[in-house]
């Protein structure tokens, strides 16, 4: 009796192994963009999530995009210099989903701000000095925190609660 080719990997017992489809990964990718004065890059949404409030440019990432999109948002050509930090939720709403938040320090190459108005209709430079007083969600808050230690203390934990209080850039679709 001949082996048969098998889609799935043999055990060590002979059994085939078969492997559930996992589901996607959802990725959002945020771009902190910091100037030479120490001064963040903040964007003023105009769409849910977060619309009238101020996050750091950014969102989801949708499969062949590039991983920023900064220029497409707020006009401007950012260099990564590092990560800052990656949140990482799980289970997340009826179909179980698995989100990953990655983090980008950046340093702005070119400066003249031109907000896209489809995702944002302001962005501005803001000093450490001046974010108090700025509606800023608890993720964008809590990253804000790592960055100007001290500026936020309420924020040094990471935010818990819904996916969409978190994520910058877009609701996700329900299935």
Request: with cysteine; glycine share 10%.
């Amino acid at each position: 009796m001949g082996l048969a080719p098998h889609a799935y990997p043999l055990t060590p017992y002979g059994r085939q192994m078969e492997f559930a489809k996992q589901p996607q990964i959802k990725t959002s990718v945020v771009a902190c963009i910091i100037d030479e004065q120490e001064r963040i890059l903040l964007t003023r949404r105009c769409i849910e999530p977060f619309c009238s409030q101020w996050v750091m440019p950014g969102g989801k990432i949708d499969h062949g995009e590039p991983i920023l999109e900064v220029q497409e948002e707020v006009g401007i050509e950012v260099r990564v210099e590092g990560l800052i930090d990656v949140f990482e939720r799980l289970g997340i709403g009826e179909r179980n989903d698995h989100f990953i938040i990655l983090y980008y320090r950046c340093a702005p190459l070119t400066f003249e701000l031109q907000p896209n108005g489809s995702e944002c209709t302001e962005a501005r430079w803001v000093g450490r000095e001046e974010m108090s007083a700025l509606s800023i969600p608890a993720g964008t808050r809590h990253i804000l925190g790592k960055i100007y230690p001290g500026l936020f203390p309420e924020a040094e934990a990471p935010p818990i609660g819904a996916i969409e209080t978190e994520i910058p850039g877009g609701s996700f679709p329900s299935p």
